[in-house]
């Protein structure tokens, strides 16, 4: 099914912090999951994705860990930066089908 | 890389009208186009999907009347809300499933204001 947030969530975080953005999907049929960054105004922005076969990947300066026992996504973010401030979306696939979004959590940087 | 153009950017059309979104695959062929609709401070919603050459899969509560999809060729589906009203008023925005490590294209968005 589809998540849908009434009021995103907010994180905030001074700078230089770690960020944890955590998310919950709602199929486990589900083997593909990207986590998006969106500004106002803009699309979806691609942070970093993970198949169902592992349970975490790095980047730069962001993780994400996967947890299928409990359909649980987290995003990890090293270092925080006023840039970083945004939306970020978890979404999830199976087998190439149209993503399905989170409710999404607006990440605060302050400086 | 992959690219998909969206136009209109932005649109403010009058309540009754309607109004055409095109997106456009620039250096693919898009077989399959989703479309989304994104409410202020909430997610991305799935309304629609459409495949060339056959007829648009929508998701449930979406009006297929008041929301047209075609995608009459591999690089263009277009969305056109008919009859606008001010609750349509929202961020439409479509996605192409890509190519390469990122897996899905989107393209830049068209805020709708139906005033």
């Known amino acids: 099914g589809e998540s849908v947030g009434l009021h995103l969530p907010t994180l905030s975080v001074q700078e230089g912090d770690n960020s944890i953005i955590n998310c919950a999907y709602s199929n486990s049929a589900s083997d593909y999951f990207i986590w998006y960054k969106q500004e106002s105004g803009k699309g979806p922005q691609f942070i970093i994705d993970i198949r169902s076969n592992m349970d975490k990947r790095q980047g730069q300066r962001v993780t994400v860990l996967l947890n299928k026992t409990v359909k649980h996504l987290s995003l990890q973010i090293a270092a925080t930066q006023p840039g970083d401030s945004a939306v970020y979306f978890c979404a999830e696939t199976q087998a190439g089908t149209a993503l399905i979004f989170g409710k999404g959590t607006t990440l605060s940087v302050s400086s | 890389g992959a690219v998909v153009s969206q136009h209109p950017s932005r649109v403010i059309c009058k309540s009754g009208t309607s109004v055409k979104i095109e997106c456009r695959s620039l250096d693919f062929q898009a077989t399959t186009m989703f479309w989304y609709r994104q409410f202020p401070k909430q997610s991305l919603m799935l309304m629609a999907t459409s495949n060339e050459g056959s007829k648009a899969t929508y998701e449930q509560g979406v009006e297929k009347d008041k929301f047209l999809i075609n995608h009459a060729s591999l690089t263009l589906s277009t969305l056109t809300v008919t009859s606008a009203h001010p609750e349509d008023s929202s961020f439409y925005i479509c996605?192409?499933?890509?190519?390469?490590?990122?897996?899905?294209?989107f393209g830049s968005g068209t805020r709708l204001t139906v005033v």
């Open positions: 996605s192409a499933p890509g190519r390469g490590a990122y897996g899905y294209t």
